[in-house]
């Protein structure tokens, strides 16, 4: 910190809101995708689910699972993947990036819960779960353990708005100091609550093996589900600083700055085994269960696309770039990788799904839905820069100096 000019937003002031009210592009571009979508929300929930989606019988779920559910869960996996390299594994070294990756996995979490909403025909009905527990059902696994997780998330994450309002709430301090001594136990029991949910996500499609194409279709869809959040953790992680090092560079404290590139040399080697394991027990499950015929079809030449150009390719130069220290290199392949998880997360939810149809009767999202997405993506983005415009995120507190 000595040699680096830090801002503390915050030390004059509670909030810290003009880079959001700024007239730049970016900004304005925001606030129309707000207004937009709240509009869209409006009609929603007055006019019923029917009228702003294309779902029927035929495919129940569409974008706003396959996407803000599957690929929010997955791509916020980046949450247990630090914490356990540092908190249990005992990797100090990414102490710094800890607290970011802590931030982004409870936003996004929080947000799949908000998407939830706009999914379930009777959005009010979400709580039941917890009165009329169907303890039979995957279902009711994944809500209860995303259910929980967000909870030790928030717990995690309220470190930072503890610090941040501590000077007008001094009574905060000692909550803060009771979660900093229950880190370890959380970290523990959050990756068991991902191991649980992140692998059950898969395990919710073994039921239409008729349905899902069998490139896709495997009795050990719960472990690729769990491996692939592994490396999209990890590849989050890396995505994530980089737009934070362009976006909000002067937030940053010294040891932020001087750790960044070994977290993302470190995490890009982690990335390319977890991406090379994923990609050969693909390759052995498709052999295995016969499928090799299949990969001589339009299906077939899909699958080869994800496989070849968005698993192993991104492991290569995860590889690559780890090996010669070239950080832009893996934050190409983060880029690469997340692109990836989301095309398989299509694939398993929409597009291999109900591959037997006649094209006609195929689901594609109406423009409703995928405005609703965005308008999910935006939400996390703008919590994101509130939270790092006031909150001690990506620097130390200079009264909190064993916070991270």
């Known amino acids: 910190m000595e040699n680096h000019s830090i801002v503390i937003p915050t030390k004059d002031k509670l909030f810290n809101l003009d880079p959001l009210l700024r007239r730049t592009p970016g900004n304005i571009l925001t606030w129309i995708i707000l207004t937009v979508g709240l509009i869209i929300t409006i009609i929603r929930f007055t006019q019923g689910i029917g009228s702003v989606t294309n779902l029927d019988d035929n495919q129940p779920w569409g974008l706003w699972i396959g996407f803000d559910l599957l ?15 540092c908190y249990v594994m005992g990797m100090k070294h990414f102490h710094s990036a800890v607290r970011p990756a ?39 696994e994944v809500g209860l353990c995303v259910a929980t997780y967000v909870t030790v998330l928030f717990i ?3 470190v930072a708005p503890m610090e941040w309002l501590a000077q007008k709430f001094p009574w905060l301090i000692k909550w803060r100091k009771l979660v900093i001594r229950c880190t370890i136990l959380l970290t523990i029991f959050g990756v068991t609550l991902s191991t649980l949910h992140q692998s059950s996500l898969g395990s919710l499609y ?27 953790g990890a590849s989050m992680v890396i995505f994530e600083g980089m737009f934070a090092h362009k976006g909000v560079h002067q937030y940053m404290d010294a040891t932020h700055l001087r750790e960044a590139d070994g977290v993302v040399l470190s995490f890009s080697r982690a990335a390319s085994f977890i991406l090379f394991a994923y990609f050969m027990l693909k390759l052995i499950d498709m052999l295995v269960q016969a499928n090799l015929p299949y990969l001589f079809t339009g299906y077939g030449v899909w699958w080869l696309v994800e496989m070849l150009f968005f698993v192993l390719m991104p492991a290569l130069l995860y590889a690559k770039g780890a090996r010669d220290g070239n950080v832009s290199l893996c934050r190409f392949a983060s880029a690469n990788a997340i692109i990836g998880i989301v095309l398989n997360r ?11 149809l006649p094209p006609v009767e ?16 935006t939400m996390i983005v703008t919590a994101y820069r509130f939270i790092v415009y006031n909150m001690p995120v990506l620097y130390e507190h200079p009264d909190f100096k064993d916070a991270h």
């Open 206 to 232: 073994l039921i239409a093996p008729e349905k899902l194409h069998p490139l896709w279709y495997s009795p050990f869809m719960p472990m690729f589900f769990f491996v692939s959040s592994m490396a999209a």
């Open 346 to 356: 299509f694939n398993v939810s929409m597009i291999a799904f109900n591959y037997n």
């Open 156 to 158: 995690e994450f309220s």
């Open 102 to 140: 802590v931030t982004t996995a409870f936003l996004g979490y929080a947000f799949v819960v908000v998407a939830l909403l706009y999914d379930l025909g009777h959005p009010l009905r979400l709580p039941y779960m917890f009165f009329f527990p169907g303890t039979t059902s995957v279902l009711f």
């Open 362 to 377: 195929r689901y594609f999202p109406s423009i409703w839905e995928i405005c609703i997405s965005i308008f999910v993506v």
């Open 71 to 85: 690929c929010g869960v997955c791509l916020a996996a980046g949450g247990y993947f630090t914490t356990v390299a």
